[in-house]
């Protein structure tokens, strides 16, 4: 069964700490898997896109890690900021057909000062 | 233009009212997405259209109805929605034909129906 599975569910940090956030996955076969952040009330933007042969990637602050042999990424926030608050959700594609998408359940961030 | 519009931003309808909500992007993409998002929970894929044909249709009621008029837009016909069907509405794009298809998401509607 494809299934994407995040952890924590929901994280409070102190503003200026870092974070990881955990992201575990069945789904085949793998094309790719995307870290998204989601303000409340808003739509998904994209952070980071891994394929199978990459196992790392940075956007400013936000740093994804991809451990396709034992189905595992990760993303790492740093020095993180009030505007990080929000769901991070782990999505992974399969590589065939529109409907290829698989969704976490999110990461809810909360950002303290 | 790297965006996906919709519209209106929010939306509150009775039982009775047919709405229609908009969706629409300028980036070239052969496919566009309706997703339903409850709060707390991931999108749930809805409708896919596929060079402006309908591929996928996730078992939706037919109160709600996908229209694509043209590559470029996409609508989402309501009638007689339920109170359950509150939710924020998520459109979104992708290229199709790439080794890696990133959809690009819009705003959302935020839809209330009392």
């Known amino acids: 069964k494809n299934q994407v599975e995040q952890s924590p569910q929901s994280l409070i940090i102190l503003e200026g700490k870092n974070c990881t956030l955990q992201?575990?996955?069945?789904?085949?076969?793998?094309?790719?898997l995307r870290w998204y952040k989601q303000d409340t009330g808003r739509g998904p933007v994209s952070l980071t896109i891994m394929t199978f042969s990459e196992n790392t990637k940075s956007n400013g602050r936000y740093t994804a890690t991809l451990d396709a042999d034992t189905k595992q990424s990760s993303l790492h926030i740093t020095a993180s900021q009030l505007s990080d608050s929000a769901s991070y959700i782990c999505?992974?594609?399969?590589?065939?057909?529109?409907?290829?998408?698989?969704f976490g359940t999110g990461t809810r961030l909360t950002v303290i000062p | 233009d790297t965006e996906v519009t919709q519209t209106p931003k929010h939306l509150v309808m009775g039982m009775t009212n047919k709405k229609s909500l908009k969706c629409e992007q300028h980036?070239?993409?052969?496919?566009m997405y309706w997703y339903k998002q409850k709060a707390k929970k991931p999108p749930e894929l809805m409708f896919v259209?596929?060079?402006?044909?309908?591929?996928i249709n996730e078992s939706v009621p037919s109160r709600f109805s996908p229209e694509c008029p043209n590559s470029s837009l996409l609508n989402l016909h309501l009638h007689a929605l339920q109170p359950e069907d509150s939710a924020l509405y998520l459109c979104?794009?992708?290229?199709?034909?790439?080794?890696?298809?990133?959809?690009?998401f819009g705003p959302g509607t935020r839809l209330t129906v009392l």
């Open positions: 979104a794009s992708s290229q199709l034909g790439t080794r890696v298809d990133t959809q690009y």
């Open positions: 992201c575990n996955y069945t789904v085949s076969p793998f094309s790719n």
């Open positions: 980036m070239g993409h052969r496919a």
């Open positions: 999505v992974v594609s399969k590589q065939t057909g529109a409907n290829n998408l698989f």
């Open positions: 259209y596929s060079y402006e044909k309908l591929s």
